[in-house]
């Protein structure tokens, strides 16, 4: 029996083997890879996981749904870690690692902003998030889902959005669709902004009054002259600039 879900926690569980099933493909698991969920709740894909993996490493925040785990998989199989995995320190794994899981959806921004601080050990990562926000994070300049969380995780990662799964596959169903995507980080060589704080502060600022043009929005930053020394116009707004002309801008000093 499913326990009672807690909303504090995001807790929709998955329910639908046709979709526990699609998920686990495209993460094929093989045994020795060192994977760790985020999330694994009563077990839909924890289960399939563990029965492929030689060992799985878990974070959980809910600890009845924690004790459960230990209950019902052994330390050799399964090392859980009950906490807020916004606070979990990925290095913990000393090892690259691939991550997965069915995201709790009210933390799924800030845990993709925690996971990139980790990307450099980061093999890849498949999880499920609210469908929203899947589009927001693969949309392209000058699309309306596109903002400062496509640019920050275009920045970092190649990604892909794999395919729907309806609101009937959870038990309680969300109101909203989710969606599957992939995240790979982007290799050593990737154009990249000689100061990385520099270019989130540039893209926050940029995006923080999207109607406005960049020679307002990023005065604090660099001068409409310069703008145009980048070879952009300072009339265009952030949401037309691709991840190569932020980092341009970014790059760009007095
Ligand atoms: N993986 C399960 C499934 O697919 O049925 C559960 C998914 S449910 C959407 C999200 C899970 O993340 C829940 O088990 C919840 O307790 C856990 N969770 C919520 N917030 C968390 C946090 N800050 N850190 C770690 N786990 C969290």
Redesign the pocket.
């Given at each position: 029996m499913l326990p009672r879900a807690?909303k504090q926690?995001?807790?929709?569980?998955?329910?639908d083997q046709h979709y526990i099933d699609r998920i686990i493909t495209v993460i094929s698991p093989q045994t020795t890879d060192v994977m760790i969920?985020?999330?694994?709740?009563?077990?839909?894909?924890?289960a399939p996981l563990v029965e492929r993996l030689a060992h799985l490493h878990a974070?959980?925040?809910?600890r009845d749904?924690a004790a459960a785990l230990r209950a019902r998989f052994s330390p050799e199989k399964l090392s859980l870690y009950e906490?807020?995995?916004?606070a979990f320190d990925f290095a913990a794994l000393k090892s690259r690692f691939r991550c997965v899981?069915?995201?709790?959806?009210?933390?799924s921004t800030p845990f993709l902003f925690h996971l990139g601080e980790f990307a450099d050990e980061l093999i890849d990562a498949t999880f499920?998030l609210q469908k929203e926000v899947v589009d927001r994070m693969v949309a392209g300049p000058g699309t309306p889902d596109y903002g400062r969380l496509s640019v920050m995780l275009q920045y970092r990662f190649a990604m892909t959005r794999l395919f729907v799964v309806p609101p009937s596959a959870?038990t309680p169903p969300p109101k909203v669709d989710s969606a599957i995507v992939r995240m790979v980080p982007l290799p050593a060589n990737r154009p990249a902004a000689d100061d990385s704080t520099r270019f989130a502060a540039m893209v926050t600022a940029g995006f923080g009054q999207r109607r406005k043009t960049l020679g307002n929005t990023l005065k604090p930053f660099v001068s409409a002259a310069q703008i145009s020394a980048c070879d952009i116009d300072p009339a265009r707004r952030a949401e037309t600039l691709s991840v190569a002309e932020f980092i341009r801008l970014s790059n760009c000093k007095a």
């Open positions: 807690k926690f995001g807790q929709h569980f998955l329910t969920e985020i999330g694994p709740g009563p077990g839909a894909l924890t974070v959980e925040i809910d749904l906490t807020d995995v916004l899981g069915n995201l709790p959806y009210n933390i499920m959870f």
